[in-house]
């Protein structure tokens, strides 16, 4: 299930030919919680840097705690 809110993500959407017979909007009144987005690394093993980069990215993208 994809969010409007979801903005970091490109949302697939219904009117392209590609995804019109794959998608099905569904209107939602509900305000959905968001799902927790965790990052689980082994300590041993560096990342690569595209990894780091991606990683990096993600958090700036975290809102201020």
């Known amino acids: 299930m994809l969010k409007i809110t979801d903005s970091r993500f490109p949302i697939p959407d219904s009117r392209f030919p590609i995804t019109r017979n794959a998608l099905q909007v569904i209107n939602i009144k ?32 975290l809102p201020a705690s």
Do not use: S, Y
Request: charged share 35%; aromatic share 4%; net charge positive.
């Open 30 to 61: 509900e305000k959905l919680p968001a799902p927790d987005i965790v990052m689980i690394r082994r300590p041993d093993r560096p990342l690569t840097p595209a990894a780091d980069h991606f990683c990096d990215l993600m958090k700036r993208g």
